[in-house]
Protein backbone atom coordinates (compact mmCIF):
# COMPACT_ATOMS: atom_id res chain seq x y z
CA UNK A 1 0.00 0.00 0.00
CA UNK A 2 1.01 3.44 -1.01
CA UNK A 3 1.84 5.83 2.13
CA UNK A 4 3.29 9.52 2.48
CA UNK A 5 3.40 10.55 5.49
CA UNK A 6 4.55 14.44 6.10
CA UNK A 7 5.96 16.02 8.90
CA UNK A 8 7.75 18.87 10.29
CA UNK A 9 4.93 21.49 10.45
CA UNK A 10 3.74 23.88 13.17
CA UNK A 11 4.09 27.85 14.38
CA UNK A 12 6.40 29.63 12.84
CA UNK A 13 7.67 33.44 12.93
CA UNK A 14 7.63 35.50 9.32
CA UNK A 15 10.91 35.13 8.57
CA UNK A 16 11.62 32.25 9.68
CA UNK A 17 12.61 28.45 8.20
CA UNK A 18 11.76 24.87 8.40
CA UNK A 19 11.69 21.94 6.56
CA UNK A 20 9.15 19.38 5.99
CA UNK A 21 9.20 16.25 5.67
CA UNK A 22 7.60 13.24 3.24
CA UNK A 23 8.41 9.47 4.50
CA UNK A 24 7.15 7.15 1.85
CA UNK A 25 6.54 3.76 1.64
CA UNK A 26 4.52 1.22 -0.36
CA UNK A 27 6.14 1.60 -3.89
CA UNK A 28 9.45 2.19 -5.63
CA UNK A 29 10.40 5.56 -4.13
CA UNK A 30 13.48 6.27 -6.27
CA UNK A 31 11.14 5.48 -9.55
CA UNK A 32 8.84 8.19 -9.37
CA UNK A 33 8.61 11.87 -9.43
CA UNK A 34 7.24 14.21 -6.34
CA UNK A 35 6.28 17.22 -5.48
CA UNK A 36 4.36 19.51 -2.59
CA UNK A 37 1.06 21.00 -3.10
CA UNK A 38 -0.42 23.32 -0.33
CA UNK A 39 -3.98 24.50 1.01
CA UNK A 40 -4.61 27.63 2.73
CA UNK A 41 -7.25 27.61 5.01
CA UNK A 42 -10.82 27.54 3.33
CA UNK A 43 -9.01 28.04 -0.21
CA UNK A 44 -8.00 25.32 -3.28
CA UNK A 45 -4.71 23.78 -4.03
CA UNK A 46 -1.95 25.45 -5.55
CA UNK A 47 1.28 23.49 -6.62
CA UNK A 48 4.75 23.97 -4.65
CA UNK A 49 7.42 22.38 -6.19
CA UNK A 50 8.61 19.01 -8.08
CA UNK A 51 11.30 17.07 -8.21
CA UNK A 52 12.40 14.75 -10.68
CA UNK A 53 13.08 10.66 -10.26
CA UNK A 54 16.49 11.36 -10.24
CA UNK A 55 16.68 14.78 -8.32
CA UNK A 56 18.35 16.78 -10.75
CA UNK A 57 15.47 18.66 -11.77
CA UNK A 58 13.26 21.22 -9.53
CA UNK A 59 10.57 23.19 -10.19
CA UNK A 60 8.62 26.16 -8.25
CA UNK A 61 5.96 28.14 -7.97
CA UNK A 62 7.13 31.91 -8.60
CA UNK A 63 5.69 32.82 -5.30
CA UNK A 64 8.65 30.68 -3.61
CA UNK A 65 11.42 30.68 -6.00
CA UNK A 66 14.74 32.04 -3.97
CA UNK A 67 12.65 30.78 -0.85
CA UNK A 68 11.95 27.23 -0.84
CA UNK A 69 14.13 23.90 -1.50
CA UNK A 70 12.41 20.61 -2.94
CA UNK A 71 15.18 17.33 -2.36
CA UNK A 72 15.33 13.87 -1.71
CA UNK A 73 16.80 11.08 -0.22
CA UNK A 74 16.55 7.98 -2.08
CA UNK A 75 17.98 5.80 0.88
CA UNK A 76 15.92 6.63 3.74
CA UNK A 77 12.37 6.98 0.95
CA UNK A 78 11.87 10.78 1.85
CA UNK A 79 10.83 13.95 0.14
CA UNK A 80 12.11 17.45 1.95
CA UNK A 81 11.11 20.83 1.44
CA UNK A 82 13.01 23.65 2.59
CA UNK A 83 11.37 26.75 3.63
CA UNK A 84 13.38 29.53 3.94
CA UNK A 85 12.05 33.15 4.47
CA UNK A 86 8.31 32.41 6.00
CA UNK A 87 5.83 34.96 4.96
CA UNK A 88 2.24 34.90 6.43
CA UNK A 89 0.71 33.53 2.82
CA UNK A 90 2.94 30.59 3.24
CA UNK A 91 0.39 29.38 5.62
CA UNK A 92 -1.31 26.24 4.46
CA UNK A 93 -1.50 22.75 4.89
CA UNK A 94 1.52 21.06 2.85
CA UNK A 95 0.56 17.74 0.91
CA UNK A 96 3.34 15.95 -0.31
CA UNK A 97 2.27 13.87 -3.69
CA UNK A 98 3.20 11.49 -5.98
CA UNK A 99 3.59 12.42 -9.56
CA UNK A 100 1.66 9.33 -11.70
CA UNK A 101 3.33 7.77 -14.40
CA UNK A 102 2.77 9.23 -18.05
CA UNK A 103 1.17 12.00 -16.93
CA UNK A 104 0.91 14.90 -14.99
CA UNK A 105 -0.99 14.27 -12.42
CA UNK A 106 -0.75 12.91 -8.64
CA UNK A 107 -1.86 9.65 -7.80
CA UNK A 108 -1.51 9.54 -4.10
CA UNK A 109 -1.57 12.16 -1.36
CA UNK A 110 0.03 12.56 1.94
CA UNK A 111 -2.27 13.25 4.98
CA UNK A 112 -1.22 16.57 4.86
CA UNK A 113 0.94 18.87 7.59
CA UNK A 114 -0.19 22.71 8.61
CA UNK A 115 2.12 25.35 8.24
CA UNK A 116 1.45 28.59 10.38
CA UNK A 117 3.48 31.62 10.05
CA UNK A 118 2.32 34.23 12.17
CA UNK A 119 4.08 36.51 14.79
CA UNK B 1 -6.86 34.13 -9.03
CA UNK B 2 -7.01 30.44 -10.04
CA UNK B 3 -5.52 29.46 -13.86
CA UNK B 4 -8.43 27.20 -14.20
CA UNK B 5 -11.69 28.29 -13.48
CA UNK B 6 -14.16 26.30 -11.89
CA UNK B 7 -18.41 27.13 -10.47
CA UNK B 8 -17.99 27.57 -6.28
CA UNK B 9 -20.61 25.25 -6.09
CA UNK B 10 -23.14 22.41 -7.55
CA UNK B 11 -25.87 20.84 -6.10
CA UNK B 12 -28.41 17.79 -7.18
CA UNK B 13 -31.01 15.60 -5.67
CA UNK B 14 -29.68 11.67 -4.94
CA UNK B 15 -29.87 10.05 -8.09
CA UNK B 16 -29.88 12.51 -9.94
CA UNK B 17 -26.35 13.91 -12.26
CA UNK B 18 -24.26 16.87 -12.51
CA UNK B 19 -21.36 18.10 -14.32
CA UNK B 20 -18.53 20.44 -13.12
CA UNK B 21 -16.58 22.88 -16.00
CA UNK B 22 -12.88 23.34 -15.73
CA UNK B 23 -12.25 26.31 -17.97
CA UNK B 24 -8.37 27.12 -18.59
CA UNK B 25 -6.81 28.61 -21.55
CA UNK B 26 -3.96 28.57 -24.35
CA UNK B 27 -1.19 28.08 -22.46
CA UNK B 28 -2.78 25.12 -20.21
CA UNK B 29 -5.79 22.91 -21.34
CA UNK B 30 -6.48 24.73 -24.84
CA UNK B 31 -2.22 23.51 -25.07
CA UNK B 32 -3.47 19.94 -25.30
CA UNK B 33 -2.48 19.30 -21.81
CA UNK B 34 -4.46 16.37 -19.98
CA UNK B 35 -7.03 17.58 -17.31
CA UNK B 36 -7.46 15.62 -14.05
CA UNK B 37 -9.77 15.36 -11.23
CA UNK B 38 -9.57 15.28 -7.64
CA UNK B 39 -12.36 14.90 -4.93
CA UNK B 40 -11.52 16.18 -1.41
CA UNK B 41 -14.21 14.85 1.30
CA UNK B 42 -14.25 17.07 4.15
CA UNK B 43 -11.24 17.14 6.38
CA UNK B 44 -9.58 14.90 4.24
CA UNK B 45 -6.57 14.84 1.76
CA UNK B 46 -7.16 15.37 -1.63
CA UNK B 47 -7.82 12.21 -3.76
CA UNK B 48 -7.22 10.90 -7.09
CA UNK B 49 -10.17 10.42 -9.15
CA UNK B 50 -9.46 10.42 -13.08
CA UNK B 51 -6.84 11.55 -14.93
CA UNK B 52 -6.36 12.11 -18.90
CA UNK B 53 -9.45 10.94 -20.82
CA UNK B 54 -11.57 9.09 -18.41
CA UNK B 55 -9.11 6.61 -17.00
CA UNK B 56 -9.96 6.03 -13.40
CA UNK B 57 -7.90 4.23 -10.78
CA UNK B 58 -9.59 1.11 -9.36
CA UNK B 59 -11.71 2.04 -6.92
CA UNK B 60 -13.76 4.76 -8.57
CA UNK B 61 -17.20 4.18 -9.75
CA UNK B 62 -17.94 4.55 -13.72
CA UNK B 63 -20.44 7.28 -12.37
CA UNK B 64 -17.61 9.37 -12.67
CA UNK B 65 -16.85 10.53 -16.34
CA UNK B 66 -14.23 13.15 -17.76
CA UNK B 67 -14.18 15.08 -20.84
CA UNK B 68 -12.32 18.09 -22.31
CA UNK B 69 -12.93 19.89 -25.36
CA UNK B 70 -11.12 22.75 -26.95
CA UNK B 71 -9.59 24.90 -23.83
CA UNK B 72 -12.36 23.14 -21.63
CA UNK B 73 -13.11 19.83 -19.54
CA UNK B 74 -16.01 18.89 -17.57
CA UNK B 75 -16.34 15.82 -14.76
CA UNK B 76 -19.78 14.55 -14.98
CA UNK B 77 -21.47 12.67 -11.90
CA UNK B 78 -24.72 10.54 -12.21
CA UNK B 79 -26.29 8.48 -9.69
CA UNK B 80 -25.44 11.30 -7.18
CA UNK B 81 -25.04 9.60 -3.64
CA UNK B 82 -24.71 10.98 -0.50
CA UNK B 83 -21.14 10.19 -0.31
CA UNK B 84 -20.46 12.32 -3.51
CA UNK B 85 -20.79 15.23 -1.58
CA UNK B 86 -17.44 16.67 -1.32
CA UNK B 87 -14.75 19.55 -3.02
CA UNK B 88 -13.70 18.66 -6.49
CA UNK B 89 -10.65 19.95 -7.75
CA UNK B 90 -9.38 20.07 -11.49
CA UNK B 91 -5.72 20.04 -12.46
CA UNK B 92 -3.55 20.74 -15.69
CA UNK B 93 0.08 21.67 -16.48
CA UNK B 94 0.64 25.30 -17.90
CA UNK B 95 3.70 25.94 -20.20
CA UNK B 96 3.99 29.34 -19.63
CA UNK B 97 3.86 28.95 -15.68
CA UNK B 98 6.36 25.97 -16.17
CA UNK B 99 3.94 24.17 -13.32
CA UNK B 100 1.03 22.55 -12.16
CA UNK B 101 -2.28 24.69 -12.51
CA UNK B 102 -5.28 23.74 -10.29
CA UNK B 103 -9.38 25.51 -10.56
CA UNK B 104 -10.38 26.56 -7.38
CA UNK B 105 -12.87 23.84 -6.70
CA UNK B 106 -16.30 23.31 -6.36
CA UNK B 107 -18.41 21.95 -3.65
CA UNK B 108 -20.86 19.43 -4.71
CA UNK B 109 -23.60 19.22 -2.35
CA UNK B 110 -26.23 16.05 -2.39
CA UNK B 111 -29.48 17.85 -1.40
Known amino acids: EVQLVESGGGLHQPGGSLRLSCAAS????????LTWVRQAPGRGLEWVSYISSSGSTEYYRDSVKGRFTISRDDAKNSLYLQMNSLRADDTALYYC????????????WGQGVLVTVSS | QFVLTQPPSVSGAPGQGVTISCTGGSSNIGAGYDVHWYQQLPGTAPKFLIH???NRPSGVPDRFSASRSGASASLAITGLQAEDEADYFCQSYDRSLSGWVFGGGTKLTVL
Open chain 2, 52 to 54: GNN
Open chain 1, 26 to 33: GFIFSSYE
Open chain 1, 97 to 108: ARVGRGDNYFDY
